[in-house]
């Protein structure tokens, strides 16, 4: 009966990952590339560990594999969050379908900084280290 289970979701990681690599060669743009990639990057891996912590069903290989799960689905994000900004920095072409660009008009590439809601800008020190208001 466990067998199914490994199988199940061995079979579940494989489509992900399947869909991840789909998406990655279909969509248009980096941005959409990104999405489909680390998704399905994300569960595809995770489905394929918890296949093996039930397969081995031991207490050492079921906590390193929950250590690995919140340790992927922490830093996979902000790693894929990184190269999108990375992306709209250099100005790396958008999809021409899309509708709406959030940033627009509020990023300034000659100072690269950021327009925020109380400032004109804000650099990476404002963020890390706001200025106290007297």
Same mark, same amino acid.
């Given at each position: ?5 490994? $199988? @199940?979701?061995? #079979?579940? +990681?494989?489509?992900?990952? &399947? %869909? ?14 990104m999405s489909a ?23 050492? $290989? @079921?906590?390193? #594999?929950? +250590?690995?799960?919140?340790? &992927? %689905? ?23 379908k899309t509708v ?26 404002? %963020? ?7």
């Amino acid at each position: 009966m466990i067998t199914y289970f490994v $199988i @199940f979701f061995m #079979v579940i +990681g494989a489509v992900f990952i &399947l %869909i991840a690599s789909i998406g990655l060669l279909k969509m248009p743009d980096i941005y959409l590339r990104m999405s489909a990639s680390t998704i399905g990057g994300t569960f595809g891996v995770a489905s394929m560990l918890i296949a093996a912590a039930i397969h081995f069903f031991n207490l050492g $290989i @079921f906590l390193h #594999v929950v +250590g690995v799960i919140i340790f &992927l %689905i922490l830093t996979v994000p902000i790693g894929a969050h990184l190269l999108a900004r990375a992306a709209y920095i250099i100005r790396l072409p958008m999809w021409d379908k899309t509708v709406h660009d959030d940033l627009e008009g509020k990023y300034d590439n000659e100072k690269q900084v950021f327009k925020t809601f109380g400032k004109e800008t804000a650099t990476p020190k404002d %963020i890390v280290t706001p200025q106290q208001e007297n």
